[in-house]
């Protein structure tokens, strides 16, 4: 969990680096309206780099949602998105972006503890509601690398199928959705 958190806290050094550098003109904070509803909560900045291209970065996290008390995630997902409107923040995109995430969740009678790692492409479109609002519908899917241990609930170990014990961990890689989303979105300049 600590090497997770300092690497997301060089990951957002850097990008204020970039952002700071860029001088962009549009600057807006979001929030993904879906994460909140399942008591994932999350922030976002997105600022724009060029004529029709954004960086965003996005930071999320839950420890016992209702749906499943015994869950608990913190993730970072930078993203660069492409619009094809005619401007930054408008209609039609395309984003590549990566993922970082600890978990901790038990599921069954296993419990997970681990990291999880990947890239996905997303499309999107972005609604204005005003001069300031927007809303962006948007879904991904990308390849997540995870390294975790698992345990049994009951506190016995976890035999393998040759009835040797699990020390070290397991390596998975699956394609998943990466990024799902109903996006609301402030202009701040």
Do not use: C
Request: hydrophobic share 40%; no cysteine; glycine share 12%.
């Amino acid at each position: 969990m600590k090497m997770v958190t300092k690497k997301i806290g060089l990951l957002l050094i850097l990008l204020v680096g970039i952002f700071t550098r860029t001088q962009a003109q549009t600057f807006a904070v979001n929030s993904n309206l879906l994460f909140l509803a399942t008591q994932t909560y999350n922030l976002g900045a997105e600022i724009t780099i060029g004529n029709h291209t954004t960086l965003g970065l996005s930071v999320f996290g839950n420890n016992k949602p209702y749906f499943h008390k015994e869950m608990r995630m913190v993730g970072v997902q930078p993203e660069f998105k492409y619009y094809f409107g005619g401007r930054p923040m408008f209609h039609h995109y395309v984003g590549l972006g990566l993922l970082a995430a600890d978990y901790s969740i038990t599921w069954g009678n296993r419990k997970y503890d681990g990291t999880a790692w990947g890239g996905g492409m997303t499309f999107g479109y972005v609604v204005p509601l005003s001069k300031r609002w927007n809303i962006d519908f948007h879904a991904g899917v990308g390849a997540i690398f995870s390294h975790h241990k698992e345990f049994m609930v009951d506190g016995s170990d976890l035999l393998l199928n040759d009835n040797t014990q699990a020390k070290e961990g397991f390596w998975e890689y699956r394609i998943l959705p990466t990024k799902v989303g109903v996006t609301l979105s402030y202009t701040i300049w």
